[in-house]
């Protein structure tokens, strides 16, 4: 596997787990109590990472099948990856598509932690099966941003995440 797309995997996973040891003080129904109607629970926000991260992996599941008919990042694809991080450290808000809404209902906070490291088993996975030329093809396709290396994509879900951690402090602060 590639050294940098092992180590900025390898933070993902530390933060994942760093996340979940926080959480469990809280109980499932604290994790699930939503601050207002309109607003997403913890666990909620957990399952849209989850969702993100899983669509992801059934995009870049299907396009490893053939690594040859992908191009390597160009520079329209940084200036797109330049973009998504400008949104999400500006904390610009956004309505999540709709196919990465949550819709999980109820979780208990084992189900949750279970699922999302399945789900980062598997890219894994993946992952380790490309060498460095691959890594660098557009095999990742982000939903508003559209197609760009595997790097930005594993920087994406640390970004992704690092925004949404604050969602959870700020909604459990509120429900508890």
Same mark, same amino acid.
């Not at 499932?28 to 991260?53: C, G």
């Not at 059934?58 to 490893?64: A, E, F, P, T």
């Not at 956004?94 to 084992?110: D, R, T």
């Given at each position: 596997?590639?050294?940098?797309?092992?180590?900025?995997?390898?933070?993902?996973?530390?933060?994942?787990?760093?996340?979940?040891?926080?959480?469990?003080? $809280?109980?499932?129904?604290?994790?699930?109590?939503?601050?207002?109607?309109?607003?997403?629970?913890?666990?909620?926000?957990?399952? $849209?990472?989850?969702?993100?991260?899983?669509?992801?992996?059934?995009?870049?599941?299907?396009?490893?099948?053939?690594?040859?008919?992908?191009?390597?990042?160009?520079?329209?694809?940084?200036?797109?990856?330049?973009?998504?991080?400008?949104?999400?450290?500006?904390?610009?808000?956004?309505?999540?598509?709709?196919?990465?809404?949550?819709?999980?209902?109820?979780?208990?906070?084992?189900?949750?932690?279970?699922?999302?490291?399945?789900?980062?088993?598997?890219?894994?996975?993946?992952?380790?099966?490309?060498?460095?030329?691959?890594?660098?093809?557009?095999?990742?396709? $982000?939903?508003?941003?559209?197609?760009?290396?595997?790097? $930005?994509?594993?920087?994406?879900?640390?970004?992704?995440?690092?925004?949404?951690?604050?969602?959870?402090?700020?909604?459990?602060?509120?429900?508890?």
């Amino acid at each position: 596997m590639n050294v940098q797309l092992q180590k900025q995997f390898n933070q993902l996973e530390e933060d994942r787990k760093k996340l979940f040891n926080e959480l469990k003080s $809280h109980s499932d129904d604290v994790i699930n109590k939503k601050p207002s109607p309109e607003k997403w629970s913890a666990a909620e926000v957990i399952a $849209h990472l989850i969702t993100a991260e899983e669509m992801s992996l059934k995009y870049l599941s299907k396009k490893i099948r053939d690594t040859s008919k992908e191009n390597s990042e160009g520079f329209k694809h940084k200036y797109r990856w330049l973009l998504v991080q400008i949104v999400f450290n500006f904390n610009i808000k956004f309505k999540a598509p709709e196919i990465v809404e949550p819709k999980m209902g109820y979780q208990s906070l084992a189900n949750l932690e279970a699922k999302w490291s399945d789900v980062r088993n598997q890219t894994l996975q993946i992952l380790q099966k490309l060498n460095d030329a691959e890594v660098n093809k557009t095999l990742w396709k $982000h939903a508003l941003a559209g197609k760009m290396n595997l790097h $930005h994509m594993v920087q994406f879900f640390g970004v992704h995440y690092n925004r949404h951690k604050k969602q959870i402090e700020r909604t459990l602060e509120a429900v508890t």
